[in-house]
Every structure is written in C-alpha cells, then in structure tokens.
C-alpha cells in the first residue's frame, strides 16, 4: 500500500522531479562557481546583460529615470494597498466562518480556485520570464542614476530559480531617498507592468481560442462543506452539469440566472451526466436571503469545435497554451509584484521601508523601527498562511478524542 503511494506520487510529479534532479546535478557538478548563502540560496554571478542595462539607461536615460520616479510612488500606494489587503484578509478568516484564504504559496500543480492548476512549465517559464524582467529593471534604473551594477545571475532558492542583479550597495546609499526609493521599486513596478501587458495579450488571444470552441456547461473542484445541498445530493467535484429546471446550461452565468429567481430553501434539478438530481438550496453565508449550492472553484467547460478537434488541432493547441500562459504571466507578475512591495527584510518593499526610517529617525534608531516593522508584517504574512491551518486543529482534536 505504502509502496502503491509513493509509485503514484513519482508518477504524478515525474517531470518536477526531473528537472530538480537534472538542477541537483549540475549545481554539483559546477559548484565551485556558485556562491553559496545560508545553506539554501545559491547564486551564480555573470556578467550577462550589463552591457545591455548600459545601452539602455544612455540612450532612453530621461524615460528611465521618469518610470523610475513614477515607479516609486506606485511602490508606496502598492506597500499601502497589499499591507491593508493582508490585514483584511486575516480579520476575515478570523470572523467570517469558512472563508477562503487570499494568501497562498503559488507553486507547480498549486489549484488556484477560479483559475485552475498550475502546469509545471508554465509556471517554470513565468517565473524565470519575471525574475529577469524584475532585476533588469533594478539594473537600467540604477546605471540611469550612474550607480555601477557589479554583476547580474541565476539563484535558486530552493525550489525557486530566478535572476539577480548587484548595484553597488555603498554608491547606493550615498544617493538621494528619491533615487533609492526608484531603484527599489523598479522591480515590482516592471513586474505589474509585465502583468498588464499579459493580460492586454491575453484578451487578444481569447476571443480566437473561444472561437474554436463549444460551452457545454460547468463544473466544480471542490466542496465547500461536505453538509451543503450539491454535496449531499452526491454530486460530485469534476461532474459537468448541462443543465436546471429543465433549462439547458452551458455556462455557470446559465445557472446563475435560475438561482436569481430562487430562495433559501426551494428546489432546484441539476442535470449531471444524463442524470436529473433535485437539490434543497441551503442559505448563502455571506446573506441568508440568498441561496447556495455549496460549491467553489468553478469553471466552464467547452468542446473543442470538429474542425479543430481534427487535422487543425495544432492550432488549437497553440493558441490554448499562449492564452494559458500569458493568463499565468498576468497572475503570478501581479502577484509576485506586489508581493515584494511588502514591508518585509527579503524584498524590496522592506528596504524601501529601512530607507524612510533611516531619513526619518536616523540610522541606528531607524534600523530598530525598520526590523520591528518588518517583523509585525513577517508574522502577519505567517498567519495570513498557516491560520487556516490551526483553525482545523481543535476539530481534528474533537474528531480523535470522540473516536
């Protein structure tokens, strides 16, 4: 049985496993020119790209530096709006009863509700794509302000491989709070660029890909409760249902409509695999007048139109995984954007932070508010992950005890 397990989960994750094992080898293999930091971060230094952050920041110096500027005060309402979001989102998960977490670890095979599962080298492509965008931005910026950028490169933190660029730390100090405050910020500000350029390219590509193909209705991935109306009926996650009350459904807009009409407590006939099951809607949590299926990251379905499911299925295919990673580019950019306008010591939204207290307070004082702030923020980040985590653990307490 133990054995039937581990099989399953090398085959499920075959190709994750591959690849770190192929990045294992050659870390080895070449590990005298890494440098290595804290056990886990490993950065190989090239010169790769600074002649081309040098070109760049000569001719278009005027442009650099007025996005540079712009991208500092977008990097301070960024701080602001993520800081409050992860305030929010713990005073909810706190209060509210079953709500859903807006922090997550984003990694390969991660289902993401309302978007779907992450492929491995999407999110492998993505990711690189945006580390390198992110540091060469830190590097034009800088070299438009004439500070050196000693070296760029690849680092893997654990699992994570991207890209680093190194101003001169001592030249950057010694420049005015604007300056260092645009050097920052360029990151994080090139990345939410990247993320709306993905998405006007995704918006490009949708209609072509939908018009290749049929809605068929909708489905769900999970349960909100296992109590709730769909879930005791025995319809299942993954069932594609067609249809309600008769009515043909080929979207779940389709469903929403008939839901409209209803209440807490009235019935409802889903059509699922052929067969009609008549559902009790519960009480929606969010308002009592409403109802509620009970169901949660849910997505259409579609087949593929005759045409293109024969001899042009390569179209298809492209134009889907193009759609399919600029939608990945769009959500990771963002997320990852304004994930390091954060307060917090290992990104860029924490250094822009210990720049305003050491302007504000000084250096020694400065640096004490800066790691208490950071500190706040690291942990509110930590409940933001794992509450959801602890909030189960006096159930499984009642669970174990009862048995």
Do not use: C, Q, W
């Given at each position: 049985m133990a054995l039937d397990v581990v099989l399953d989960f090398f085959l499920k994750y075959k190709v994750i496993i591959i690849f770190y094992l192929v990045v294992a080898t050659l870390i080895f293999i070449f590990r005298k020119k890494f440098d290595i930091q804290n056990k886990i971060i490993f950065l190989l230094r090239t010169k790769i790209g600074l002649n081309l952050m040098d070109r760049i920041a000569t001719k278009h110096r005027e442009w650099v530096i007025l996005l540079g500027y712009i991208g500092a005060g977008v990097g301070f309402v960024g701080m602001v709006f993520i800081s409050g979001v992860l305030i929010k989102?713990?005073?909810?998960?706190?209060?509210?009863e079953n709500a859903a977490s807006g922090v997550s670890?984003?990694?390969?095979?991660a289902n993401v509700p309302g978007v779907g599962i992450l492929p491995f080298w999407h999110w492998l492509f993505a990711i690189f794509l945006i580390a390198v965008v992110h540091e060469f931005s830190h590097g034009?910026?800088?070299?438009?302000h004439k500070i050196e950028v000693k070296s760029s490169g690849l680092v893997l933190f654990g699992p994570i491989i991207g890209a680093f660029v190194e101003p001169d730390e001592k030249k950057m100090s010694k420049a005015d709070d604007i300056v260092q405050y645009s050097v920052l910020a360029a990151g994080a500000f090139s990345n939410i660029l990247l993320s709306l350029i993905a998405l006007g390219l995704l918006f490009a590509v949708s209609p072509l890909e939908q018009s290749m193909r049929t809605p068929v209705g909708f489905t769900f991935d999970a349960y909100v409760s296992p109590d709730l109306p769909i879930a005791v009926a025995g319809i299942e996650p993954g069932s594609v249902i067609t249809g309600a009350d008769g009515a043909v459904v080929t979207t779940f807009a389709d469903l929403q409509k008939t839901l409209d009409t209803k209440k807490p407590g009235d019935t409802i006939v889903l059509k699922t695999d052929g067969v009609e099951k008549a559902i009790v809607l519960a009480a929606n949590p969010s308002d009592a007048t409403k109802p509620f299926?009970?169901?949660?990251?849910?997505?259409?379905?579609?087949?593929?139109?005759?045409?293109?499911?024969?001899?042009?299925s390569y179209v298809y295919a492209v134009v889907h995984e193009m759609g399919e990673f600029f939608k990945w580019v769009f959500l990771?950019?963002?997320?990852?954007?304004?994930?390091?306008?954060?307060p917090l010591p290992i990104v860029d939204g924490g250094r822009m932070v210990q720049t305003f207290c050491r302007k504000l307070k000084g250096t020694v004082l400065g640096d004490k508010r800066y790691g208490q702030i950071g500190m706040f923020f690291l942990l509110l980040l930590?409940?933001?992950l794992l509450y959801p985590l602890i909030a189960k653990i006096p159930g499984l307490l009642v669970k174990i005890f009862a048995a």
């Open positions: 989102n713990l005073y909810d998960l706190i209060t509210v670890l984003v990694l390969p095979g034009v910026v800088a070299r438009a299926l009970g169901i949660t990251n849910i997505h259409d379905t579609f087949d593929v139109k005759p045409e293109y499911a024969g001899g042009l990771l950019s963002m997320g990852i954007g304004v994930f390091n306008l954060l930590l409940l933001n």
